[in-house]
């Protein structure tokens, strides 16, 4: 069902300090930064030849990736974001196998415009997933 790894995505506390690693230490393409306030984020994204890194910092009082942060203070991988063909047939099929779906279940729309769900750590191997329909 899964498809491409769209990104991985690191929490951190400056984005600012953070881009210039990617883009002045590593080398790598970075994009201009985008707020999302329903997602209480800002994210940029480096773009690798097979995939790409989202880096997310806080934006608002309620970001989702607060606490995430007060746990990992360096910051951290947050969770990876796996492309699907079609999001509400993916969301039904792994709710009808008992996965946890975050949030009204409800796709939002992502930092690329499309419609995005997360899924509960619990239920994937520790890890926060991300499902972006392609
Ligand atoms: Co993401």
Same mark, same amino acid.
């Given at each position: 069902?899964? #498809?491409r790894l769209n990104h991985v995505a690191i929490a951190v506390r400056n984005l600012e300090a953070s881009t210039a690693v990617y883009?002045?230490? =590593?080398?790598?393409?970075?994009?201009a930064p985008d707020t999302l306030p329903e997602? #209480?984020?800002t994210v940029?994204?480096? /773009? =690798?030849?097979?995939?790409?890194? /989202? =880096? =997310?910092?806080p934006h608002g009082a309620n970001s989702p990736i607060a606490k995430f942060l007060e746990k990992n203070p360096d910051g951290g991988i947050?969770?990876?974001c796996y492309e699907v063909d079609d999001i509400i047939a993916a969301r039904d099929r792994l709710k009808a196998d008992g996965a946890r779906v975050l949030g009204d279940g409800e796709p939002k729309?992502?930092?690329? #415009?499309?419609?995005?769900?997360?899924?509960?750590?619990?239920?994937?191997?520790?890890?926060?997933? *991300?499902? *972006?329909?392609a």
């Open positions: 069902m899964i #498809g883009r002045n230490t =590593l080398g790598a393409k970075v994009t997602h #209480g984020v940029v994204f480096v /773009e =690798l030849p097979n995939t790409k890194i /989202e =880096l =997310l910092q947050h969770h990876v729309i992502g930092a690329h #415009g499309k419609p995005v769900l997360f899924l509960h750590p619990k239920d994937f191997c520790g890890t926060l997933v *991300e499902l *972006e329909q």
